[in-house]
Each structure stands twice: as structure tokens, then as C-alpha cells.
């Protein structure tokens, strides 16, 4: 089973971080590992936004205990304050999480309880659509509600509300697709959300295809595959986020392709998302972009400037900020590429605002968003190859040659490990950048860099001062 030993590699080997699922409990981040900073600053942030006395109830327990590009896994003490925040803010622990650099999709496990004394306190009909539930949460406030509607993104939200309103009988599959931060997660939630509303019974499942391999992985080391099969298969309506992750992964691919085959033949829903077309995601199976290919396609492309000024001041409303229409005018006009970074500037701008007690003016507003520009810089591969050459000392023609000494094989895979963590490359792409590698080297080298990051402190230091060094150059 080739692909699957791929599989495994990426799930349980790839930057500590990264093992979502995969017996999270026995893997405690390391103290100091770039997630637990992260998270740490999302906690300094939320401390700020809630108060001490929130925080107190409702953060300061909650322990990181997974984080992969896609999503973070939280551990909360009890089930109570595994929901506390989510239900009495709802939006607030996702803010801090994206504007600390984290991913804003998250799941809290409540230790040791079991389904029943889970969410205690909670109103029936919440918890009888919790139930019905499979895998994953729902983001609360990714509604349709809180979605703004423009001529960027109309068809693919008229599809998504159709598909909601009748689950199997429209387009089956609903492929979404569009550029990063664009609301792909943020439609495929809504439809869950609004099934599980208008729907009184038949369960939902809501997973990236991430959590679908780690999922699977499981199943297969505990021996459960009938169980994980028999799950998918008994839902109404099945949604997969970001579905280009299942490239090159053939064992994952395959056990899609049936549970894919299974749900269609019963007319259950499946929505889809991904960032590129099915023709254009390379590593897919031909059966299975031909099945992404049966029924709808629909594109989701960057917010036009009144789109922006709509979402910026729908976000305010709902997070009861005061931000006047010039504010949201000016942010709009300088950030168009991507709604989340939007939102970003917006969170960071008000929780400036709110330390320094001042309010929001235009002016204000440009000088917190210079830094934020300046932050945003682009790094590319090139550039990390360029400083970690600088770094070593040796030359861009070894680093990309085929040679296997020592002096040369640690850089490499440094800057390998870099260029995975900095950039929004694939393994595919980056190994094609490194003189041609397979992505198997890639994922290589990034386990072993991560592995050896835990205990070797010169290591740790050299990487930091690579990245800073990249962060500074314009
Ligand atoms: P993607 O999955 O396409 O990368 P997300 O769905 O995570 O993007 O969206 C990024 C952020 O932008 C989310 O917080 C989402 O709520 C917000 N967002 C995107 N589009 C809209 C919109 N049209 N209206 C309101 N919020 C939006
Ligand atoms: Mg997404």
C-alpha cells in the first residue's frame, strides 16, 4: 500500500504540530513549539478582548493539543468548558486564533466524559442537533446569516442555499471552489448549519479531508474500518472542506471513492470545497475528479470594494464595534485580496484600539495597517533557499544538486522544512523546486527537521534567526 505509507508519514510525522487525531493525548506539544507560541498569543489576545474574569472561566484551562495548517485541536478540562466559550462567545476564540496566525477551524474535546454529560446546561433542541453531528463541530457563526452576498460569490451561495434547503436533490456533488479566504469553510458551514435546522432528523458530518485521512489512519492501526465505514455511510449529508489535500494520497482517495459512491447511490448530499478545479488538483485519481465533476461546480472569486465594505461592516456589527463607514472604506481599499485577512486587519485594529483605549480613526487605521502590511510580506522559496545558503555558507547550486554529503543534506532539508512552513507550496511543488525531489524527500526532511527541532537547541536558534532574517528583507 504505497499511498497509504505516504499517508502516515504526512499524519503522524510532519512538524510535531501536525498530528491532528493522530493519538493526540500521548504527543503533548513541546513547550516551546511555534503552535504553542501561536496559541499563547491567542490567549494574551482573548485575556484583552474577554477580561480576566472570562478568560478565567472559560480559556485559561483550555490546552492546545494539536494544530495542523487547516485546524486546531483544544483540550478542555471538563465538558462544560469544552462549550463555555464558543456558547458565550461565539466567533471570539476563532478571532484570536487568526489574528495570533493560527488556523481559525477548531475542535474541543471535553476530557473523560462520555456523550451524555457532555453539554450540560445545554438547551434541548442544541443538543439533539450535536447529536447529530459526525465528526467535527460547526463554527457557530458561520452562517448564512453573517454571510454578504456580492456579485463575487452569489451563484456559488445560491447553490449552497438550494443544496440546504434540499440535501440530495440538486447538485450532487456541490463543488465550491475559490482562492484562500475566500468563505469556502464558511458556506460549507452554513449549509450544515442550516440542514441541521430545517432537517428534524438524519446526521450531518462536517470534516475536513485532513480529519477524514487522520480518521481513517485510525481506524486502520485500531482495526475499526467497518465502524469508520459504517459512520460515513449512515450520513444525509456529508461535507468534505478542502478536498485538494487528498492529492497523492491514494489510500485515502480509494476509501472516498466508496463512501463517494455509497452516499451518492442513496441520494445523500455531498458538498465539497477546494482551492483549485477538480481538472487542475495534480495526484487525484481520474474516478474521482470525474465524480467531483457530476454535479455543480461553483466558483467563489475575490470580493469586489463594496462586497468588502459590506463584510468589514457586517463583522463590526456583529462584534459591536464602532467602525465608521470612512474606517471600513480605507481598510477595504488597501486589503483585496482575501476576506480573512481583512477580517485580520479589522480584529487587530480593534483590539489595538481597545489596549490603547483609543478609537478607531482612519488615521488611526494606517499606521496599525502599515505594520500589518509589512507583516503580510510574501516569502518566497527562492528566498529561503538564498538565506538558508547564506546561513550555511554553501552555494544555491549544491543546495539544489543531487549531492548527499552531510554539510549539504542539513541545509537542505532545513530549507525545505522552511520553505513548507513559510510557504503555501505543496510538498509536490517544493520537491520540484529543490532540483526536482520527490515530495516523499520533502515530507523527509520536514519530519526530520521538526523531530530534531525538539532537542536540538542550536538547530531551533539557527532556524529562528533564518526566519527572522526572512521577515526583516523587503
Ligand atoms: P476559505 O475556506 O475559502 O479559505 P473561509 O470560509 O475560512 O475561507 O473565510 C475566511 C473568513 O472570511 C471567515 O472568517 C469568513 O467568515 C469570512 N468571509 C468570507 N467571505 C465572507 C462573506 N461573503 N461574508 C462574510 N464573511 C465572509
Ligand atoms: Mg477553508
Known amino acids: ?69 487547516t485546524a486546531v485541536q483544544l483540550v478542555a478540562p471538563t465538558a462544560a468548558a469544552a462549550t463555555w466559550i464558543q456558547t458565550n462567545h461565539p466567533g471570539a476564540l476563532e478571532d484570536a486564533l487568526r489574528a ?58 445560491a447553490a449552497c442555499k438550494a443544496v440546504a434547503m434540499q440535501p440530495g436533490n440538486h447538485y450532487n456533488p456541490l463543488f465550491l471552489y475559490g482562492g484562500v479566504g475566500l468563505g469556502k469553510t464558511h458556506l460549507a458551514n452554513a449549509i450544515g448549519h442550516e440542514t441541521l435546522e430545517r432537517q428534524s432528523q438524519g446526521r450531518i458530518a462536517y470534516l475536513s479531508a485532513e480529519t477524514f485521512m487522520t480518521q481513517l ?34 489510500r485515502t482517495q480509494e476509501e472516498f471513492f466508496h463512501t463517494f459512491n455509497a452516499l451518492h447511490e442513496q441520494r445523500r448530499q455531498i458538498v465539497l470545497t477546494s482551492d483549485k478545479i477538480p481538472k487542475d488538483i495534480t495526484g487525484l485519481e481520474e474516478r474521482l475528479r470525474n465524480r467531483f465533476e457530476w454535479g455543480l461546480i461553483a466558483d467563489i472569486q475575490p470580493p469586489d470594494m463594496e462586497t468588502r465594505v459590506a463584510i468589514l461592516e457586517k463583522k463590526a456589527e456583529i462584534e459591536g464595534l464602532d467602525l465608521s463607514h470612512d474606517v471600513a472604506v480605507f481598510l477595504a481599499s488597501h486589503i483585496d485580496s482575501n476576506v480573512r485577512e481583512l477580517e485580520g486587519a479589522l480584529t487587530r485594529l480593534s483590539a489595538v484600539a481597545s489596549l490603547s483605549k483609543t478609537s478607531i480613526t482612519v488615521e488611526f487605521a494606517r499606521s496599525v ?21 547564506d546561513h550555511y555558507g554553501i552555494r544555491i547550486g549544491d543546495l539544489l544538486s543531487q549531492k548527499r554529503t552531510r554539510d549539504i543534506v542539513g541545509p537542505r532539508q532545513v530549507a525545505m522544512y522552511l520553505a513548507r512552513k513559510l510557504t503555501a507550496a505543496s510538498f509536490p511543488a517544493i520537491g520540484e523546486r529543490f532540483g526536482n525531489r520527490d515530495h516523499s524527500t520533502v515530507i523527509h526532511a520536514c519530519t526530520t527537521v521538526s523531530e530534531k527541532l525538539i532537542e536540538d537547541g542550536a538547530l531551533r536558534a539557527a532556524i529562528e534567526q533564518i526566519e527572522r532574517r526572512l521577515q526583516a528583507t523587503p
Open 1 to 69: 500500500m504505497p499511498g497509504f505509507a505516504a499517508d502516515v508519514s504526512h499524519a503522524s510525522g510532519f512538524d510535531h504540530d501536525s498530528s491532528i487525531n493522530a493519538a493526540p493525548m500521548n504527543r503533548p506539544q513541546t513547550v516551546d513549539s511555534p503552535a504553542e507560541r501561536a496559541w499563547q498569543r491567542a490567549r494574551d489576545i482573548l485575556l484583552a478582548k474577554l477580561g480576566q474574569a472570562a478568560f478565567d472561566l472559560g480559556v485559561k484551562s483550555l490546552r492546545l493539543c494539536a494544530a495542523t495548517d
Open 369 to 389: 495597517l502599515k505594520d500589518l502590511l509589512r507583516d503580510r510580506r510574501t516569502i518566497t522559496i527562492e528566498a529561503i533557499q538564498a538565506s538558508v545558503c
Open 217 to 250: 489512519i485510525n481506524a486502520l492501526r485500531r482495526d475499526k474500518m467497518e465502524e469508520f465505514k459504517a459512520t460515513f455511510r449512515r450520513v444525509q449529508v456529508l461535507i468534505l472542506d478542502d478536498v485538494q489535500f487528498l492529492a497523492n494520497r491514494e
Open 100 to 157: 495570533a496566525g493560527l488556523p481559525s477551524t477548531v475542535d474541543i474535546l471535553g476530557e473523560g466524559r462520555t456523550q451524555g454529560e457532555l453539554f450540560p446546561g445545554e438547551p434541548a433542541a442544541a443538543a439533539a442537533r450535536r447529536a447529530r453531528m459526525r465528526f467535527g463541530s460547526l463554527v457557530p457563526r458561520y452562517t448564512f446569516d453573517t454571510f454578504v452576498v456580492g456579485g463575487s460569490n452569489q451563484f456559488a451561495h
